[in-house]
């Protein structure tokens, strides 16, 4: 896509610190850094978004994820890791291209769960089970 600034760092018109790549994905640092090692993996082919992407360049994006995973840790000695996609605007997505965020932790950062964790309620729960379900599935409890 012609104005999509993800599209341009693809087609190397656009500067970004690549740190890897292969013939599906690109990965390189965001400029906003989280945390040190902040890392931003999409696939070459334009996708809007989660709901959008195909199966391949999904899994080949989770699947580089988890390599540069592998290499932040022992690089960065990153102690663990936020993988985390924003889909939508509703949900924080500010770059209309597909990509996932690999954020290395490290137990002196200053990250925070963005939700505080409450107990919910049960039937509501089992409500919501109700209309997410597959009839045709077993029954999960
Ligand atoms: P989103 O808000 O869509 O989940 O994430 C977009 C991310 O892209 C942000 O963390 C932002 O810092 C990063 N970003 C936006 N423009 C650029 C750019 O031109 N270069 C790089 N490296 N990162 C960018
Ligand atoms: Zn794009």
Not at 29 to 39: E, F, R, S, Y
């Given at each position: 896509m012609?104005?999509c600034?993800f599209c341009a760092i693809v087609a190397g018109t656009?500067?970004a610190?690549i740190?890897d790549s292969d013939e599906r994905t690109i990965a390189f640092?965001?400029?906003?850094?989280?945390?040190?090692?902040?890392?931003l993996v999409i696939p070459r082919r334009h996708h809007?978004?989660?709901?959008?992407i195909d199966?391949v360049d999904l899994?080949a994006c989770?699947?580089a994820?988890?390599?540069?995973?592998?290499?932040?840790?022992?690089?960065?000695?990153?102690?663990?890791?936020?993988?985390?996609?924003?889909?939508?605007?509703?949900?924080?997505?500010?770059?209309?291209h597909f990509h996932?965020?690999?954020?290395?932790?490290?137990?002196?950062?200053?990250?925070?769960?963005?939700?505080?964790?409450?107990?919910?309620?049960?039937?509501?729960?089992?409500?919501?089970?109700?209309?997410?379900?597959?009839?045709?599935?077993?029954?999960?409890?």
């Open positions: 012609s104005d600034i656009a500067p610190q740190i640092l965001d400029i906003n850094p989280a945390t040190p090692g902040h890392t809007t978004d989660l709901l959008e199966d899994a989770t699947s994820a988890r390599r540069l995973a592998l290499r932040i840790e022992d690089r960065l000695d990153a102690e663990g890791f936020n993988l985390i996609n924003a889909c939508r605007p509703v949900a924080w997505q500010t770059v209309f996932i965020h690999l954020i290395p932790r490290y137990s002196d950062d200053a990250l925070k769960l963005p939700w505080v964790p409450r107990a919910g309620d049960p039937a509501e729960i089992a409500r919501v089970a109700d209309l997410l379900g597959d009839p045709a599935a077993a029954d999960g409890e």
